[in-house]
């Protein structure tokens, strides 16, 4: 079934209009990506009342664009600018950066890119391969299991993507507070709206979203703006030599290897499995001198580890309509504007249109390597914008995106409000992405915790009546204990700057403030 | 390598950090307490709107509080790398207000002059306020983002966007 409903996808995504959106997505997500400040997720956000006037198809292929792009575009601002904003980009930015100042960026910048598009498209392969069964295994699934899965999500996005637990736990708890805001859908009451009518319909995912992601970066970067001209390393130098290419296929599949499996697990993301590549590339390389100087394979491996994570995440995104990262919550977000409940039964009664996004996915990502070999001169261009324009500009858009919805000025003071927030949440460094998927997942957690209650007259323990729910509970509490119980017997997680030089993860035990990468 | 051990302002980061904690806590007392108010239909049969503003409320309760107990034990926040960001500079408040303020000045302002007037008057002061040169050219750009983001938005997308009388009128034609 797979082979055949993905050709079909390939015949709907190769119409000119699909083709359009697809191209329109990359080169937007690849200039986001490449620009400071702004990200993937909140450019998904930005544009959400697109769906509005846009078919679905259309929509979420432009989405899926964006989503693989930004991670093309992280790449050659972590490798020209050695201040990587994005966790996922500190471990490419370790080598890349140094082969930029060695003269080598040209090289490096193709590593990267051929890396992203050769895990891109084998991790679109194996998410298309491994969607059907999955979906197939979670077809039976219970509104407990289902409650069960959306646990271990929260879990694992609070404790295991940032480097403080329990900060993450907070940012969710915050997330999961404004996903209350408005009208209880089941009984239909009002809850926490403060008597505002406005409130009763909710804050809305693209005001939150867009809040704490742009508006809340553009105050952080502001109140710290880094002053004087914008410093990017010049790209030129030859180009990746045969001896480059040796070196480098390897790291790309090993980092495909991590990188995949990781963003498919519930407990997702791309920095444990960067993490991991560059670790693993350090201890087999065949150069261990050039590392720490500009190896290539410390750009090839986590670079490859960071896109197929990308697509692993949608792998539960599209057969469990369960987001791991920032950027999917928001498509869960679009999909959800068309009235269609992404989980088990997407496949079945939205195939088409899945096997349509996947399709583009393969199509975004040739796109996207000729976008990024040949053209990288016009993206390290953008670089150089003068940073009060750029953040005056994601300031104009946060506006325009926000407005859109509802036409309202109050969204905007809301908007500057959460802003706020994110701020401070940024200033004392408290994650955000958690926050956003709890605004998200935590209506679905509840609904189908209640549907599960109610089927059980009440008895809490329909929550563990299933073997799968009991394994993923289990695991959820491994997730949400386990860091603490390291903390107090290992230390605090190493930085990237540790595992570059001494080459493995390990623990460490004094508490120190550690500040990284800033040699300039 | 730079290694810095302490922030030149760890006394002020560490109130932060703990006002945020507490703030936190009491945002689930909030949740706790409001969560009482909120009505139950009588025809709700178990689970109703308040258990999970319950559950939600105590676990807020429960981070705000382990993470003040962690911070008053000596816990940090992780450094936050931006790559526009100078970890070593000191808070610029001055822009900080200034953006906010003309932010929420530009979103009173939508509905009187329109939309791309108002974000123009917003990007040339946030653009001030971050350092750019000069006033005039700030704000002649904004407009111009202002006026094509508009024109490409309303125009083609039909995103309902108040455009102001002079830009409506120029464009009506289309």
């Given at each position: 079934?797979?082979?055949?409903?993905?050709?079909?996808?390939?015949?709907?995504?190769?119409?000119?209009?699909?083709?359009?959106?697809?191209?329109?997505?990359?080169?937007?997500?690849?200039?986001?990506?490449?620009?400071?400040?702004?990200?993937?997720?909140?450019?998904?956000?930005?544009?959400?009342?697109?769906?509005?006037?846009?078919?679905?198809?259309?929509?979420?292929?432009?989405?899926?664009?964006?989503?693989?792009?930004?991670?093309?575009?992280?790449?050659?601002?972590?490798?020209?600018?050695?201040?990587?904003?994005?966790?996922?980009?500190?471990?490419?930015?370790?080598?890349?950066?140094?082969?930029?100042?060695?003269?080598?960026?040209?090289?490096?910048?193709?590593?990267?890119?051929?890396?992203?598009?050769?895990?891109?498209?084998?991790?679109?392969?194996?998410?298309?391969?491994?969607?059907?069964?999955?979906?197939?295994?979670?077809?039976?699934?219970?509104?407990?299991?289902?409650?069960?899965?959306?646990?271990?999500?929260?879990?694992?996005?609070?404790?295991?993507?940032?480097?403080?637990?329990?900060?993450?736990?907070?940012?969710?708890?915050?997330?999961?507070?404004?996903?209350?805001?408005?009208?209880?859908?089941?009984?239909?009451?009002?809850?926490?709206?403060?008597?505002?009518?406005?409130?009763?319909?909710?804050?809305?995912?693209?005001?939150?979203?867009?809040?704490?992601?742009?508006?809340?970066?553009?105050?952080?970067?502001?109140?710290?703006?880094?002053?004087?001209?914008?410093?990017?390393?010049?790209?030129?130098?030859?180009?990746?030599?045969?001896?480059?290419?040796?070196?480098?296929?390897?790291?790309?599949?090993?980092?495909?290897?991590?990188?995949?499996?990781?963003?498919?697990?519930?407990?997702?993301?791309?920095?444990?499995?960067?993490?991991?590549?560059?670790?693993?590339?350090?201890?087999?390389?065949?150069?261990?001198?050039?590392?720490?100087?500009?190896?290539?394979?410390?750009?090839?491996?986590?670079?490859?580890?960071?896109?197929?994570?990308?697509?692993?995440?949608?792998?539960?995104?599209?057969?469990?309509?369960?987001?791991?990262?920032?950027?999917?919550?928001?498509?869960l977000a679009a999909f959800q504007g068309y009235g269609i409940q992404p989980g088990p039964t997407l496949l079945t009664t939205e195939g088409p249109l899945v096997w349509a996004l996947i399709a583009s996915l393969f199509i975004g990502n040739v796109m996207l390597l000729v976008l990024n070999l040949p053209l990288v001169g016009v993206w390290v261009k953008l670089l150089t914008i003068p940073r009060p324009y750029l953040y005056a500009g994601i300031l104009v858009f946060a506006s325009l995106g926000s407005f859109a919805v509802n036409a309202d000025p109050l969204d905007l003071v809301i908007l500057m409000v959460l802003g706020v927030l994110g701020f401070v949440m940024r200033r004392y460094g408290w994650p955000v992405a958690p926050a956003v998927i709890g605004l998200i997942l935590g209506p679905i957690a509840e609904n189908n915790l209640r549907r599960a209650l109610a089927i059980?007259?009440?008895?809490?323990?329909?929550?563990?009546?299933?073997?799968?729910?009991?394994?993923?509970?289990?695991?959820?509490?491994?997730?949400?204990?386990?860091?603490?119980?390291?903390?107090?017997?290992?230390?605090?997680?190493?930085?990237?700057?540790?595992?570059?030089?001494?080459?493995?993860?390990?623990?460490?035990?004094?508490?120190?403030?550690?500040?990284?990468?800033?040699?300039? | 390598?730079?290694?810095?051990?302490?922030?030149?302002?760890?006394?002020?980061?560490?109130?932060?950090?703990?006002?945020?904690?507490?703030?936190?806590?009491?945002?689930?007392?909030?949740?706790?307490?409001?969560?009482?108010?909120?009505?139950?239909?009588?025809?709700?049969?178990?689970?109703?709107?308040?258990?999970?503003?319950?559950?939600?409320?105590?676990?807020?309760?429960?981070?705000?509080?382990?993470?003040?107990?962690?911070?008053?034990?000596?816990?940090?926040?992780?450094?936050?790398?931006?790559?526009?960001?100078?970890?070593?500079?000191?808070?610029?408040?001055?822009?900080?207000?200034?953006?906010?303020?003309?932010?929420?000045?530009?979103?009173?302002?939508?509905?009187?002059?329109?939309?791309?007037?108002?974000?123009?008057?917003?990007?040339?002061?946030?653009?001030?306020?971050?350092?750019?040169?000069?006033?005039?050219?700030?704000?002649?750009?904004?407009?111009?983002?202002?006026?094509?983001?508009?024109?490409?938005?309303?125009?083609?997308?039909?995103?309902?966007?108040?455009?102001?009388?002079?830009?409506?009128?120029?464009?009506?034609?289309?």
């Amino acid at each position: 079934m797979g082979i055949d409903a993905l050709l079909g996808g390939f015949a709907d995504a190769i119409t000119p209009v699909n083709l359009l959106f697809a191209l329109l997505g990359v080169v937007l997500g690849t200039a986001v990506g490449v620009l400071p400040g702004i990200g993937p997720a909140m450019t998904v956000a930005l544009l959400l009342p697109a769906t509005y006037v846009l078919e679905p198809t259309a929509a979420l292929i432009m989405f899926a664009g964006i989503y693989y792009g930004g991670m093309y575009g992280g790449s050659t601002t972590s490798i020209l600018l050695n201040t990587p904003g994005e966790s996922s980009s500190i471990m490419t930015a370790l080598e890349g950066n140094k082969m930029a100042k060695a003269g080598r960026g040209s090289a490096a910048l193709a590593t990267a890119a051929i890396g992203s598009f050769v895990a891109g498209t084998i991790a679109t392969l194996l998410l298309a391969l491994v969607a059907p069964t999955v979906v197939d295994l979670a077809i039976g699934i219970t509104a407990a299991d289902y409650f069960a899965l959306a646990v271990i999500a929260f879990v694992a996005v609070a404790t295991v993507l940032g480097s403080s637990p329990l900060r993450g736990l907070a940012s969710l708890c915050l997330g999961l507070y404004l996903g209350l805001v408005g009208t209880d859908v089941i009984t239909g009451q009002e809850r926490f709206t403060l008597g505002i009518p406005q409130l009763s319909d909710g804050i809305d995912v693209v005001v939150v979203a867009v809040a704490l992601f742009a508006v809340g970066e553009s105050l952080f970067v502001a109140s710290r703006l880094r002053k004087g001209a914008v410093q990017v390393i010049d790209h030129k130098g030859s180009w990746m030599t045969k001896e480059d290419f040796r070196r480098s296929w390897k790291p790309w599949l090993r980092g495909t290897a991590f990188g995949f499996p990781f963003g498919a697990l519930p407990a997702g993301g791309a920095e444990i499995p960067t993490f991991l590549s560059y670790a693993t590339e350090r201890k087999l390389t065949t150069h261990p001198e050039d590392f720490g100087k500009g190896a290539i394979e410390g750009v090839a491996g986590p670079e490859a580890a960071n896109n197929a994570a990308a697509a692993g995440v949608l792998v539960p995104l599209l057969t469990l309509g369960l987001p791991t990262s920032a950027t999917a919550a928001i498509i869960l977000a679009a999909f959800q504007g068309y009235g269609i409940q992404p989980g088990p039964t997407l496949l079945t009664t939205e195939g088409p249109l899945v096997w349509a996004l996947i399709a583009s996915l393969f199509i975004g990502n040739v796109m996207l390597l000729v976008l990024n070999l040949p053209l990288v001169g016009v993206w390290v261009k953008l670089l150089t914008i003068p940073r009060p324009y750029l953040y005056a500009g994601i300031l104009v858009f946060a506006s325009l995106g926000s407005f859109a919805v509802n036409a309202d000025p109050l969204d905007l003071v809301i908007l500057m409000v959460l802003g706020v927030l994110g701020f401070v949440m940024r200033r004392y460094g408290w994650p955000v992405a958690p926050a956003v998927i709890g605004l998200i997942l935590g209506p679905i957690a509840e609904n189908n915790l209640r549907r599960a209650l109610a089927i059980s007259d009440g008895d809490l323990s329909v929550l563990v009546d299933t073997w799968f729910s009991r394994i993923v509970l289990l695991l959820a509490l491994v997730a949400l204990v386990g860091p603490f119980v390291l903390r107090l017997v290992q230390g605090r997680r190493a930085t990237p700057e540790e595992v570059q030089r001494d080459g493995h993860l390990e623990h460490r035990d004094d508490e120190s403030v550690v500040t990284s990468g800033k040699d300039q | 390598m730079s290694t810095r051990l302490e922030e030149p302002t760890t006394t002020q980061r560490t109130t932060g950090e703990l006002v945020l904690a507490v703030l936190l806590a009491a945002l689930g007392v909030y949740l706790l307490v409001d969560a009482g108010a909120i009505a139950v239909p009588g025809s709700t049969n178990t689970l109703g709107p308040r258990f999970f503003p319950y559950l939600v409320g105590g676990l807020t309760v429960a981070t705000g509080a382990f993470l003040a107990l962690r911070v008053l034990r000596g816990d940090r926040a992780p450094s936050d790398d931006s790559e526009d960001v100078d970890p070593d500079a000191p808070t610029d408040w001055r822009a900080v207000a200034v953006i906010a303020v003309a932010f929420l000045a530009h979103a009173l302002l939508i509905n009187v002059i329109g939309w791309p007037l108002a974000v123009a008057l917003m990007f040339a002061a946030v653009a001030w306020a971050l350092g750019a040169v000069g006033i005039v050219r700030p704000f002649l750009i904004g407009l111009a983002v202002g006026c094509i983001a508009w024109i490409v938005f309303v125009k083609a997308l039909d995103v309902a966007l108040p455009g102001g009388t002079v830009l409506e009128f120029v464009t009506s034609w289309f």
